[in-house]
């Protein structure tokens, strides 16, 4: 059964880091586009970064290009998401996403910036 699990969220200071972790299992997913998104309180969901499956190029929203890095771990069939220079606007529960013949979300973990 393909399942995705967040990992990594907090509170965190205005200007801090946090590194968010999606474990993948029943797929391997170095072969699919990941991508990470966060929904803030009252907001719509939005898409954050993405990384692609066979030649792993990524995207990201310009919200968070320049401190938000998104990699990916075959050996632990992981996906990362470093964010760095967090910010207020940055809060919101985050999830990630895939299409395998039909859409798979994790359940979220949230990331709460804070000072």
């Known amino acids: 059964q393909l399942q995705l699990v967040e990992s990594g969220g907090g509170l965190v200071q205005p200007g801090g880091s946090l590194t968010l972790s999606c474990a993948a299992s029943g797929f391997t997913l170095e072969y699919y586009a990941i991508g990470w998104f966060r929904q803030a309180p009252g907001k719509e969901r939005e898409g954050v970064a993405c990384?692609?499956?066979?030649?792993?190029?990524?995207d990201y929203a310009d919200s968070v290009k320049g401190r938000f890095t998104i990699s990916r771990d075959n050996a632990k069939n992981t996906v990362y998401l470093q964010m760095n220079s967090l910010r207020l606007e940055d809060t919101g529960v985050y999830y990630c996403y895939t299409k395998v013949f039909r859409d798979y979300w994790g359940q979220g973990t949230q990331v709460t910036v804070s000072s």
């Open positions: 990384i692609h499956g066979t030649g792993g190029g990524t």
